[in-house]
């Protein structure tokens, strides 16, 4: 089985006992082809550029998440620019959004998302989009520029998930779809075509059942690709090489 986890956080400090051993060699002894590890900070975006130098299979993206906006200051867009310019292994820009269930600026936010989107499409690079509460101005601001990439950890409806497709976007889900108490998920895989379908971890949150609580890695996703499977009607397997194949065709990998 091939795993390709579209966003993580290698980067994180739960990490830092075990590192080398998951990226060097757990994860692809496991079946994992691929992995982006999103920058959240300046700082986070440096350090996943140098993990995806030292790990053939490890891609990066770089960004400022919108809780890190308040926190950032002028000049981070140049010194993003220039990461990614700088590594033929940056495949996005991100994680950049819009995150209104924290009591973060709204405009400074917008600032920061419209700035990075901005940047996306002066790169050509396809976009990981943070999308938490806040569906109606996320929206609003994919149709205005347009961007190339995906919807991380998709939480909306069916319905809102069908229009950022039809604006050509991807649709990430991750261990979250799996919690009993998630009724909108089943809907949106039902309705996301399968081709538009990517799966991630965001680790290490996010752990999927039977596994919730644990800190989650790429291993996992495993449960993630058998339950979306279940309701495409398609193997584990076969969900795991058809979203691998939607990374690759998004992130230009192949």
């Known amino acids: 089985m091939e795993i390709f986890d579209t966003h993580a956080h290698y980067d994180d400090s739960s990490f830092d006992d075990d590192r080398s051993i998951l990226l060097g060699k757990t994860l692809p002894e496991?079946?994992?082809v691929g992995v982006i590890s999103a920058g959240t900070t300046?700082?986070?975006?440096?350090?996943n550029a140098s993990l995806a130098q030292k790990y053939d299979y490890v891609y990066f993206a770089a960004g400022i998440q919108p809780e890190e906006?308040?926190?950032?200051?002028?000049?981070?867009?140049?010194?993003?620019?220039?990461?990614?310019?700088?590594?033929?292994?940056?495949?996005?820009?991100?994680?950049?959004?819009?995150?209104?269930?924290?009591?973060?600026?709204?405009?400074?936010?917008?600032?920061?998302f419209e700035e990075q989107l901005i940047l996306a499409n002066e790169l050509n690079k396809p976009v990981i989009i943070h999308d938490r509460e806040a569906h109606a101005d996320t929206l609003e601001l994919v149709k205005k520029?347009?961007?190339?990439?995906t919807l991380h950890c998709f939480s909306g409806s069916a319905e809102t998930a069908m229009e950022f497709v039809r604006l050509g976007l991807y649709i990430g889900f991750t261990g979250a779809v799996t919690f009993k108490n998630n009724k909108k998920a089943?809907?949106?895989?039902?309705?996301?075509?399968?081709?538009?379908?990517?799966?991630?971890?965001?680790?290490?949150?996010?752990?999927?059942?039977?596994?919730?609580?644990?800190r989650s890695d790429s291993t996992m996703i495993e449960h993630t690709l058998a339950?979306?499977?279940?309701?495409?009607?398609?193997?584990?397997?076969?969900?795991?090489?058809?979203?691998?194949?939607?990374?690759?065709?998004?992130?230009?990998?192949?």
């Open 30 to 32: 496991a079946g994992v």
């Open 42 to 47: 300046v700082e986070s975006s440096r350090f």
């Open 69 to 112: 906006t308040e926190k950032t200051g002028d000049g981070y867009l140049e010194e993003i620019a220039e990461i990614i310019k700088s590594s033929d292994k940056a495949v996005a820009v991100g994680e950049i959004g819009l995150d209104y269930h924290w009591k973060i600026d709204k405009p400074t936010q917008k600032r920061f």
């Open 145 to 149: 520029y347009k961007p190339h990439g």
């Open 186 to 214: 089943p809907k949106v895989i039902e309705v996301v075509p399968i081709d538009r379908i990517l799966v991630e971890t965001d680790c290490p949150y996010m752990a999927p059942e039977p596994l919730r609580g644990r």
């Open 227 to 254: 339950f979306i499977a279940r309701i495409k009607g398609v193997t584990t397997e076969e969900m795991a090489h058809i979203t691998a194949e939607n990374a690759r065709r998004l992130f230009n990998l192949n």
